[in-house]
């Protein structure tokens, strides 16, 4: 895929969704941050209904610590993996406490630092807490970076490296949330929803299924 398909591509996503954002309810890092590490393997839909009962309750890293595991797993017990996410949690709330004065930090290494915040985490609140050009790839992002041509690679990471090499930097801060919604609702996993695409004259998909 050339640059002139990529520029049009994004222009397209940007055309239809000017200000993207996660669909992750927040209001500030902090919040963004549990949100991130609950979603692991788990809906934003199933997250924000933990999340939208947890936050009135606790929402800072002072009151979620003061819950401990066992009261933090009431609210969260609905998302998988729950038991390693609560530990994770309280352990990520006093790492905040007793290093960053309570305050989410800024840069890469602190934030893969804290527990149940790999690559992919830090690059979401790096990019959407912060404003960063970065873009995290999850599945959706992987997926459609394949499958369109827009940055083919093996791994995670190699989609990553290449989507911050060839994407236009006009894109670079937004492109994370038009990929992953584009691959969240028109290009699926197992059907892509091809004759509903806006994208889909500079798509390089070999199976495109058109009406």
Request: glycine letters at 6%; proline letters at 7%.
């Amino acid at each position: 895929m050339n640059r002139e398909k990529r520029t049009a591509i994004f222009s397209r996503l940007r055309e239809l969704n000017p200000h993207p954002d996660t669909e992750l309810h927040y209001n500030s890092p902090f919040e963004l941050l549990i949100a991130v590490i609950l979603s692991a393997q788990a809906t934003d839909v199933g997250v924000n209904k933990a999340t939208d009962r947890l936050y009135p309750v606790a929402n800072t890293p002072e009151s979620i610590y003061a819950l401990g595991v066992d009261g933090l797993t009431q609210y969260i017990r609905t998302i998988g993996l729950f038991n390693s996410k609560a530990k994770n949690i309280i352990e990520t709330c006093r790492i905040l406490i007793e290093k960053h004065g309570g305050e989410v930090p800024t840069d890469r290494a602190a934030l893969e630092a804290l527990p149940g915040v790999g690559r992919k985490t830090a690059n979401v609140i790096l990019n959407t807490a912060f404003g960063e050009p970065t873009i995290a790839v999850d599945t959706h992002i992987f997926r459609v970076s394949n499958r369109t041509g827009i940055a083919p690679g093996k791994t995670p990471l190699e989609v990553e490296k290449r989507l911050l090499r060839l994407t236009p930097d006009e894109f670079k801060k937004d492109a994370h949330h038009w990929l992953i919604l584009h691959g969240r609702y028109i290009c699926k996993a197992r059907k892509p929803l091809c004759g509903e695409c806006p994208i889909v004259e500079w798509c390089e998909y070999k199976k495109k299924e058109l009406p």
